[in-house]
């Protein structure tokens, strides 16, 4: 079992094949300059690019698996 970050970090958890979970609350900065803020214990970040909620995960990788590397 993973231990507690120190009090001045945010922890990031990177899953098998979903999404980045990060705890929250978090306020992310997209490419194009707009700000997303979440007061969500916990934020999943998409990495397959697949979520309509971009940079948000919407569980859209559930659907289609990518093939192994």
């Known amino acids: ?18 999404p980045a979970l990060i705890e929250g609350p978090v306020e992310l900065v997209t490419a194009d300059g707009r700000t997303i803020c979440s007061d969500r214990f916990q934020v999943a970040i998409c990495l397959c690019r697949r979520s309509k909620n971009y940079p948000l995960c919407d569980t859209s990788h559930r659907r289609r698996r990518r093939e192994p590397d």
């Open 1 to 18: 079992m993973p231990t507690e970050p120190a009090p001045d970090r945010r922890r990031i958890v990177f899953t098998t094949d979903g």
